[in-house]
């Protein structure tokens, strides 16, 4: 006979490799053809909700690392919510309209200026549509789960009918207002911005310090004198109207050199050495507030320059006397208007000095630098020129910087309700906890947002003009717009004239020969997203307002988190959303921002090309996404190693239950035996650690809880010991179908808490489990513990057994380094556990496979150990050969191999099952 043939090996067709990239496209293939998602939905048809909404990421372009982290995020909530008992639908979004679609079409070749405005726009629709096209099969393939037929996209009709209405509540509530202000102004854009859109990188700029005559000194200062400023923009010289003091700093009057200069007293030292002045003495000092409606003259123009107050003055750099232009500054822009300055602005939409500023029109901003600091020099006024590195405002679409313009513009007025949102704000739980003060003190210390652009590519302002320039927008000519868009979109507003678009027989006493005309800007496109929850949560019916869960990178505190707040406040009075989650960005594996020219961009298409989709999801889980991660091809591989122990653990489980019926051979847990309990007590604990990790969004302690699980718990314990039992025992024995249960529900519970994280591998694995089942194991409930009594203190006192057995295999790992034993079952091990440790072990049955040994005995306490005996932390433990001959069945040195005269090689056990089961 032939011993192999009566062992019980493992057997399964659930294989070993992965081969992720080519398995995981037909899985979700046959997902899709089996609408896995609907089923989803269908099966809690009534139960409560979970509204995780998407954040739209923007169409253009393939997906990055980022957006894989983004939405694979989402797709671990939602999948569990799914199978917690949630109703819980996903409704993928697109961000459409904005710069960087005319951008691409402009660098595709496309010449606005030789169609129609309405042309363009249909050339910029169609982009977008095939750029969503583009994302959506990349996302689906990370196996991102949602209803992806019936996506949200911002430039649908439907959406922009409900974004114009949503600004028709907000006019109707005061919030919307049109003046002339300084604001950010992109040259490379064309366009207003808003602050969500600025951000700050260092620029290399000139540093100028001009002295300003004094004109007319009102008794305060001599006429002979000079007052000093400073400023990194020499282009706005030619706009300067005024100079800024603070009414309570003390100023001097200083002779340096052979002349008479003012500047704040303070600052004397560092100006003295930064102007290198030979002499400097002070003449005499004087507080702000005396030098109000003193004159200067501009340097170069026959204009005067009045000496203003300012609390907006600082002491932090320059000279404390603040060069002021109404038209280039926020700061300047009010205290100009409160002192009945004019809001002068030489430069044009592009960025080009206009003819206000005589000597220097024609010239792009930037580069007037250099002349206007020659006649500067030319005139005497320049006083030192250097350069300086310093962070400047730029245009985060364009990356190139921007300028303070004054014009007019269309603005949300957020001061008007800034103490709704700031109370809105303390409704909402946020993760990290620090996004309600990072958005607290965004919303405290915001006046207003600039919501119209200088663009084509977007949801027009619904506004009309009178023939007196009155604005016009009643909820009458809203609804009539609204109905428009909704029927025929927003290129509607483009197509006709004014009087088309207002309401049949409308009139204006402002317009007493009927005469129309309409806004040309757009809205900013934080305001089409920002209305999501308008045009999104409120218009669907499987949705609702507010949404459970908003889940974006941290950039959208000041980006979607913002506009979504701040429209739905000022239209409902609350929070669009009851929970704020937020990530971090992927770096490379060194720390550093990923860019092609550094050559350290992970590219997640191509990464699912080969490792797979599930090995990104894995990377995902494993790191504190709340935090910047990073990602790396050695990072990735990593995660793939940490793959294969978790698929070789359920393999192993997997190819030991076959001929396993769950509705047959189960055994209950309080007729298994004591190990077999400890180890559903161990799983029941799992099942709780992770689905409280989910519940609070913390995947990487659910990354390490599985993996320390199965390699731990698992592989290295309890599979280990088991093979014996499970190989060389009769099929039907009670101790290996309650090894098989307990295999069983561990195979079954680690399916379903690993769905959300790794749906393919999960999904794949699911159709070899024995036994009556659902068709996916994504369409079946979360784990529950299963209870039993005594329960805790069966771990508490296996947690003991688990203290002894570490020092067990200490010494036999010593024991094998000394060649003393090959494998662990040559050794017979003797042990003199502590008198606490001696009372627990000898309840436990079968030492020598606990230990996986071929005899194990307990010799006295630990007080009874020679002195040459081994002592580990709770057992001194000496090691030495088994007596008798291996068997060839199950590998056991014993006496009693040849016991048998039938057969002589085997164990008296192996020879007494293979007589009765075997004959």
């Not at 990188?201 to 000194?217: E, L, N």
Request: aromatic residues 10%.
């Amino acid at each position: 006979m032939d011993y192999k043939d009566t062992l019980l090996m493992p057997k399964t067709d659930f294989p070993m490799r992965a081969n992720l990239p080519n398995k995981e496209p037909a899985i979700q293939a046959d997902w899709e053809e089996n609408r896995v998602y609907e089923k989803s939905l269908e099966r809690r048809k009534g139960r409560p909700k979970f509204i995780l909404h998407d954040g739209p990421p923007y169409a253009n372009g393939d997906i990055h690392i980022g957006h894989a982290e983004n939405k694979v995020l989402k797709d671990f909530i939602v999948r569990y919510k799914s199978m917690a008992g949630f109703y819980a639908p996903y409704v993928p979004g697109w961000d459409t309209h904005g710069l960087p679609i005319e951008q691409a079409l402009v660098k595709k070749g496309v010449d606005r200026k030789k169609m129609s405005v309405a042309e363009f726009r249909e050339l910029c629709k169609q982009y977008a549509l095939e750029q969503i096209d583009r994302q959506r099969a990349q996302f689906k393939r990370l196996g991102v789960r949602g209803d992806w037929d019936h996506p949200y996209v911002t430039l649908d009709k439907k959406y922009e009918a409900a974004q114009i209405r949503l600004f028709g509540e907000m006019v109707k509530r005061g919030y919307i207002y049109k003046d002339k202000k300084t604001i950010y102004w992109s040259p490379s854009s064309e366009s207003a911005l808003a602050e969500a859109e600025i951000e700050y990188k260092d620029k290399r700029s000139p540093s100028i310090y001009v002295a300003f005559q004094v004109k007319d000194g009102k008794g305060v200062l001599p006429s002979d004198s000079a007052i000093v400023i400073w400023t990194t923009t020499p282009w706005t010289i030619p706009a300067n109207l005024a100079i800024s003091v603070h009414p309570d700093y003390e100023y001097a009057l200083v002779h340096a050199d052979g002349k008479k200069y003012v500047v704040a007293k303070e600052l004397l030292p560092a100006l003295k050495e930064k102007l290198s002045w030979q002499t400097a003495s002070i003449e005499k000092t004087f507080k702000g507030a005396a030098l109000e409606h003193v004159v200067c003259a501009h340097p170069f123009y026959e204009r005067d320059s009045l000496v203003i107050l300012g609390e907006h003055v600082t002491l932090d750099a320059g000279t404390g006397c603040v060069h002021t232009a109404p038209g280039h500054g926020e700061d300047d822009f009010y205290v100009g208007k409160k002192y009945g300055l004019d809001i002068l602005c030489p430069v044009d939409e592009k960025g080009y000095m206009t003819e206000e500023a005589p000597g220097f029109e024609g010239l792009f901003y930037d580069d007037a630098n250099k002349p206007v600091t020659e006649k500067l020099k030319e005139v005497g006024a320049l006083l030192k020129l250097e350069f300086i590195t310093h962070s400047y405002p730029h245009d985060w679409r364009t990356k190139k910087p921007v300028i303070f313009r004054a014009t007019e513009q269309w603005f949300a007025s957020i001061k008007d309700f800034r103490d709704d949102l700031l109370r809105a704000i303390t409704e909402v739980k946020w993760k990290p906890a620090w996004g309600e003060t990072r958005l607290h003190n965004m919303v405290r210390d915001r006046e207003d947002w600039c919501i119209s652009r200088q663009r084509r590519w977007g949801v027009p302002i619904p506004v009309f003009y009178a023939e007196d320039g009155t604005p016009i927008v009643t909820d009458e000519t809203i609804e009539h717009v609204a109905n428009l868009v909704a029927e025929h979109g927003s290129n509607v507003w483009f197509e006709r004239e004014a009087k088309e678009l207002l309401p049949d027989g409308f009139t204006s006493e402002h317009s007493p020969n009927g005469i129309f005309t309409k806004e040309t800007d757009i809205m900013d496109v934080w305001f089409d997203s920002g209305s999501s929850h308008a045009a999104v949560l409120e218009q669907r019916d499987d949705l609702e307002r507010p949404a459970d869960l908003y889940l974006e990178g941290s950039d959208q505190y000041r980006g979607w988190f913002n506009s979504s707040l701040t429209t739905a406040v000022a239209t409902t009075g609350r929070a669009p959303y009851k929970s704020v989650l937020s990530h971090g960005f992927v770096l490379d594996g060194e720390g550093r921002k990923m860019s092609k020219s550094l050559g350290n961009v992970i590219d997640p298409l191509k990464v699912m090309k080969t490792l797979g989709a599930d090995i990104i999801r894995l990377w995902i889980a494993s790191v504190d996404y709340t935090a910047d991660a990073p990602v790396s091809d050695e990072i990735l591989g990593q995660v793939a190693e940490v793959y294969r122990k978790i698929r070789n653990t359920i393999r192993f489980m997997l190819g030991n239950l076959h001929g396993f019926d769950p509705a047959v051979h189960s055994v209950a847990i309080d007729e298994m035996p004591e190990l077999d309990r400890y180890m559903m007590a161990k799983l029941n604990a799992l099942i709780e650690k992770v689905r409280k990790a989910y519940d609070e969004y913390e995947f990487l302690t659910i990354y390490n809880a599985i993996h320390n699980y199965c390699t731990t718990d698992m592989s290295a314990f309890y599979l280990d010991i088991a093979k014996d039992t499970l190989y060389t025992d009769f099929e039907d024995s009670p101790a290996r179908r309650s090894i098989q249960t307990v295999m069983y529900k561990t195979l079954v519970a680690l399916l379903k808490l690993l769905t959300p994280i790794i749906p393919h591998t999960a999904e794949e694995a699911w159709r070899y489990v024995p036994g009556e089942k659902a068709d996916y194991v994504q369409l079946t409930d979360m784990p529950e513990p299963e209870p039993f009594d005594g329960a805790d203190a069966l771990v508490k006192k296996w947690d003991q057994v688990m203290v002894v057995r570490d020092d067990v295999l200490k010494a036999l790992e010593e024991a094998r380094n000394e060649k003393l034993i090959g494998k662990s079952l040559e050794a017979a091990v003797t042990l003199y556990p502590t008198a606490a440790h001696c009372a627990v072990l000898e309840t436990i049955p079968d030492l020598d496979k606990l230990f996986i040994v071929s005899k194990a005995e307990i010799a006295g306490t630990l007080d009874d150990a020679p002195a040459n005996a081994p002592r580990y932390r709770e057992t001194a433990v000496i090691v030495g050969r088994a007596e008798g001959e291996k068997c060839e069945r199950c590998w056991v040195v014993t006496p009693t191999v040849g016991s048998d005269a039938d057969h002589p090689a085997l164990c008296a056990r192996c020879a007494d099952i293979v007589k009765k089961h075997y004959a």
